[in-house]
């Protein structure tokens, strides 16, 4: 009842819409009992039974003779049934205005609800920390985004058709019968209940199974966004046929899953209409046992009400289906509020203070680090940077370079210990604040798929010529220059149109335009031969200047020229010092200097240029 309660409460802002939307329904079904109830007058004047409305009345005459009696008791038969059929016709139309203005205001209200939830969705995955996209897959995100809001929109859609609109309609249909009949239509009320219970059983499966549908429809798109991305990878690795039969393992899952599911939840309708038939049968016995044999109810009355009861079964098989209808929504809804009901971890606290700049140093002291239970990977790191200061980080791959450098920007926070800002721990500071006060120029370079320029200022509102300023400064200009639009040119998913190279210096421009005092380098290992291109060294020796820096490096030029050099090992710093010191010394960093860096025979597998090489492969 609780996740009833909460869908529902989503459409509570736009209730008053949803209002209008139910105040049309009523006026379009008491119009259409209306119309029935006319049939009374016209079977009376066709089959020539006295008067159009007689003199003893049922509840239902009264209603009629009170509201168009004057006119359709005109002078002469044919007189009357012109007048009864011009009422049919015209309450008929007006009818069908409030049909459609139900049908509107519905729409709208659960169009609405559902861009509130999809609005909420996404402004709570935004809150969420690094750690959570990490963990799930984007396909699985989207699909909660795309089709299990829109299979929770269902509820807010059945919700107004079938229980207020086809809700309504029974209601005054049932209201007819019972004036027409009180004695018939209680038994058909008194059935009701015994139908309902029927289904039970089968809608407690339907949400279940529908759950499993929607999981299946998730792999589907995770495999599909994977597929896609990859397609470079897919396409030289000759995977096609590989990737094309995951998808079809993927695909029948989902199909198999959502056909079982459709299967059951299609059941109660047709149940429904099949036991109201049977009802049916039943009341047409008894109409006419009490028309013909007991004579206690006028003909015409029995006819009115056989095609009364017959107009309810429409109705009564829509209402009947909302339930499943409704564990279909849920089913949608439970994997959308399972993302909406985890708490918030990249939001800050009010209790944060804003970060004021760096005057003396940065301190990791003792930090430690696991992204998953006791799986250190940060061991208790003590490191000290200095304002202005330049201190490279190196080490074997997956020493835990990256994750140190992360701690910064508290897009992770330590487990253990303390990362000392000014000798105040981060976690007290924003990360909002934190994060506008450094840039990173990471390892892969994210690049949007919008224009250059766009890239390049990427959600600061700038003016054209810092961004060409910027631009200048990181050796980007002339390329940017060369392509089809300018920096108007959109470059593609991730950037594809553009060079690895150039993907950097976009990234360095972006950097440089923020002008932020700390700045964070994740040199790209040798995979990416491009970035030891001269534009790219040069730029990144821009962006350094009068910065305090922290910067995971692979090249001999940049770690030479570092004030402190940081040794990484399993998640320690093993030794610092500068680079002489440090070769002096014969420890871990003269080892991987003499592996990696000193001068070899020209078989070796330098590529980037004597002692160019990276440590990391
Ligand atoms: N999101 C993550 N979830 C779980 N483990 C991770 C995650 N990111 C990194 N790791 C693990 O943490 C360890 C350190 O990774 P990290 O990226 O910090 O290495 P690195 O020193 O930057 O290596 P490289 O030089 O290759 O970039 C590795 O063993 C890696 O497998
Ligand atoms: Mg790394």
Redesign the pocket.
Known sequence: MGRYKRLLGYLWPHRRTFAGSMGAAVFASVLDGFTLALLIPLLRVLFEVGTALPEAQTAVERIVDVAVGGWILGDGQASSLRNIVLLILGVTALKNVGVVSALYLGVYAQESATRDLRRQFFAHLQGLSL?FY?RTKSGQLVSRMLADIDQASVFFSQMLQSLVRQGVMVVVYVGILFALSWQLTLVTVLVAPGIAMVFKPILRRVRSQFAVAAEARGELTAQLNETLRGAKEVKTYAAEGYESRRFGVALDRFVRSTLRARRLAALPSPLSETLAAGVFVLLLLAGAWLAIGGQAMRPELVMTYLVVALRLLSPVKHVAQFPAFAEQALAGAERVFEILDRPLDDVDSPATKTFPGLKEAIEFRDVWFA??DDDW?LKGVNLTVRRGEIVAIV??????????VDLLPRLIDPVRGEVLLDGAPSTDYSRQSLRRSLAVVA?ETIIFNDTVLANIAYGEDVEREAIVKAARAANAHEFIERLPDGYETRVGERGTMLSGGQRQRIAVARALLRDPPILIL?EA?SALDSTSERSVQEAIARLMQNRTVLI?AHRLSTVSGADTIAV?DRGVVVEWGRHDDLVAAGGRYQELYDVEWAPRPMNSTSKGGQGDVAW?K
């Open positions: 750690g990490q992204y998953r990977v080490g074997h791959s997956g020493a835990g370079k990256s994750t140190l390892q994740d290992t995971v990484i990391s």
